[in-house]
């Protein structure tokens, strides 16, 4: 292949692996929901907001995910091609998703649902977070307080995490082992999936679009 045809090819890899990650973030979201043995925090949070406001959980994800991207403003974040995609892509995957696949009530078939989810869930972190289009909105607002307070990126996720767990619970959402076990896994399977989907990049060491995101914000979109 000619070394002026690489970019685009490149850049076509970055844009499937984008559109494929987030899709696959909320498909991967919505089997934590069906398997109802609890949820990621930011779905703790959006699964209560859908209880109070009657509204389904991926139209609130992306009113939360809007919600954040307006925060970044006073942080001085500036968004990227990801950023702006993760608030809608995530959402109508996870309706679409959860309008697709029956609902679970035996445990020996939710289990085996909440570590697919989990799994899915890394894989599609990987996938979008290495294509290098920019963070998501939850990731941006961490990042972004970590540059404003000087605080560790582990605590700011760790300090923005517990609140939104806990806000989501009062409000009615999920917390169960799959909220430990995602808490546990997710960080790991992440770093392991970035490895795998990693884009070389240019040959000048330059970006077609975009920036990427830090690594050490790993997600929920």
């Not at 398997?35 to 939360?64: D, F, M, N």
């Not at 560790?152 to 999920?174: D, K, N, Q, Y």
């Amino acid at each position: 292949m000619s070394t002026a045809h690489r970019p685009a090819r490149r850049l076509t890899r970055r844009l499937v692996q984008l559109y494929a990650g987030l899709a696959l973030y909320g498909a991967s979201s919505a089997l934590l929901v069906e398997a109802g043995l609890g949820l990621e925090p930011w779905g703790v949070l959006h699964q209560g907001l859908a209880e109070r406001t009657g509204l389904s959980i991926g139209v609130v994800s992306i009113v939360v995910g809007a919600v954040v991207l307006l925060l970044w403003i006073p942080l001085r974040q500036r968004p990227g091609l990801g950023t702006v995609s993760n608030v809608f892509v995530v959402g109508l995957a996870m309706d679409a998703t959860l309008a697709l696949v029956p609902g679970a009530h035996a445990l020996a078939a939710r289990i085996p649902l909440m570590a697919a989810g989990i799994v899915l869930n890394g894989v599609a972190t990987g996938l979008y977070i290495a294509a290098s289009f920019g963070p998501g909105p939850r990731d941006g607002l961490m990042t972004g307080l970590h540059r404003r307070t000087g605080r560790s990126i582990r605590l700011m996720r760790t300090a923005v995490e517990v609140a939104v767990v806990a806000t989501g619970f009062a409000l009615g959402g999920t917390i169960g082992a799959g909220t430990l076990l995602y808490a546990l896994s997710i960080g790991p399977l992440a770093q392991l999936f970035l490895r795998v989907f990693a884009v070389r990049p240019a040959p000048d060491g330059s970006q077609a679009v975009a920036t990427g995101s830090p690594r050490g914000a790993i997600l929920r979109g």
